[in-house]
């Protein structure tokens, strides 16, 4: 779950915009997609990757909106990484050997 967190909270003022759980509900969630993929700069290989990119970013988007939505101190919004789960995420900043930093 802190890897989840650490993940939605980097680099959230990228991407302005503090959606609550209403406002996802409410929202076309692909052409948000989209609009996020190429802010990011982000191209798939094909529509299996890019589906399954939508899909973990659906998950994050949802845990953006309900942490938003539950009155907290902070807010989290979208970033580079939102279409990375926790594993694809702590990969991308650990590394295949589990290190952060490189000596």
Do not use: P
Request: proline letters at 0%; one cysteine or more; charged letters at 20%.
């Amino acid at each position: 779950m802190k890897a989840v967190v650490a993940l939605l909270l980097g680099c959230a003022a990228a991407y302005k915009t503090e959606y609550t759980i209403e406002q996802v509900h409410s929202m076309d969630t692909l052409a948000t997609f989209k609009e996020w993929a190429t802010a990011f700069d982000r191209s798939y290989s094909g529509l299996e990757e890019e589906s399954h990119k939508y899909l973990t970013w659906l998950d994050n988007l949802h845990t953006i909106g309900e942490t938003n939505s539950a009155g907290l101190t902070y807010k989290l919004g979208l970033n580079q990484f939102s279409d990375m789960n926790a594993e694809e995420f702590k990969l991308y900043v650990h590394g295949k050997d589990g290190a952060c930093y490189k000596s």
